[in-house]
């Protein structure tokens, strides 16, 4: 059974950069997209981006000047950074393994809060 | 104003059917993207409940089902209990503006 562990600071100030880990147990990084997303207080889920084993990446057109994914294969663990955080930017963010189009394993959530 | 669209409650008492409605665009559902749902409890992560249109995963009651037509999805749970009381989220592709995974608001299913 594939499990998620997310974690990463959960408070910032406004400009700060925003860093998550998450890493995957029960299964490897190979032949999958690993996602992000990402849910707001009051509002529906965000997706970010996503990263695979060799480091390519697809990302949310909205957030892709601010975003920095990456991959770590020997400690089995994908990272996202986002620059430059405002408190549009607090929500729960999750981790998720991508097959085909579906994210079918979860993380799970991890609170991130921008205020000064 | 999430790209597609879910209304934000729907009720129902223990033993009803309810439905939960997804509207994509001709850029999404309507151009034949795939549709995929999910279920979050409680203080849970969200799980996946639908993939590929209308498949369920393995462990998930077949009181859960779900179709598409034109530019719309739509999930029917039937026989509703307590524990289907969660938020449910639709998923799709949107090839528009130069394409993104694309989430609805998520619905609130309260069991009366």
């Known amino acids: 059974q594939v499990q998620l562990q997310l974690w990463g600071a959960g408070q910032l100030k406004p400009s700060e950069t925003l860093s998550l880990t998450c890493a995957v147990y029960?299964?490897?990084?190979?032949?999958?997209?690993w996602s992000w997303i990402r849910q707001s207080p009051g509002k529906g889920l965000e997706w970010i981006g996503e990263?695979?084993?060799?480091?390519?990446?697809n990302n949310n057109p909205s957030l892709m000047s601010r975003i920095t994914m990456s991959v770590d294969t020997s400690k089995n663990q994908f990272s996202l950074k986002l620059h430059s955080v405002t408190a549009a930017d607090t929500a729960v963010y999750y981790c998720?393994?991508?097959?085909?189009?579906?994210?079918?394993?979860w993380g799970q959530g991890s609170l991130v809060t921008v205020s000064s | 104003q999430s790209p597609l669209t879910q209304p934000p409650s729907v009720s129902g008492a223990p033993g009803q059917r309810v439905t939960i409605s997804c509207i994509g665009s001709s850029s999404s559902i309507g151009a034949g993207y795939d549709v995929h749902w999910y279920q979050r409890l409680p203080g849970e992560a969200p799980k996946l409940l639908i993939y590929?249109?209308?498949n369920r995963p393995s462990g998930v009651p077949d009181r859960f089902s779900a179709s598409r037509s034109g530019t719309s999805a739509s999930l029917v749970i039937t026989g509703l209990q307590a524990e289907d009381e969660a938020d449910y989220y639709c998923?799709?592709?949107?090839?528009?503006?130069?394409?993104?995974?694309?989430f609805g608001g998520g619905t609130k299913l309260t069991v009366l």
């Open positions: 998720a393994r991508v097959t085909k189009w579906y994210r079918d394993y």
């Open positions: 029960g299964g490897s990084l190979s032949g999958y997209y």
């Open positions: 990263i695979n084993h060799r480091g390519s990446t």
């Open positions: 590929d249109d209308i």
């Open positions: 998923q799709s592709y949107d090839s528009g503006v130069r394409g993104s995974v694309v």
